[in-house]
């Protein structure tokens, strides 16, 4: 079962259209689970928003390393090159 994102006191009606397969299917969701349609579609809905909400938290993380990087690159070389071998960065 999803955690509910914002348990709300009252809601709001929508209507929307879906395809016939989707009713199927809809119709044995609620057959095997014993809840109603419109229930189906909040837990649906808070799924996809849980999913978003972390995708777009990686591509912000992502983001910031990118900017990181660009501004190391945008340096230059080290002085005097770099100190250590390919070989020193694994663990023994």
Known sequence: MVEVINAMSSKIRKQI????????RLKQLT???GLSE??????????????YRLTTRNLAAWETEREFLENLIAKGPVPGGRTWTREDIYDR
């Open 31 to 33: 057959a095997l689970t």
């Open 17 to 24: 259209y879906i395809a016939t397969e989707q009713e199927e």
């Open 38 to 51: 419109a229930e189906i579609i909040r837990q649906a809905l808070d799924r996809h928003t849980i999913t």
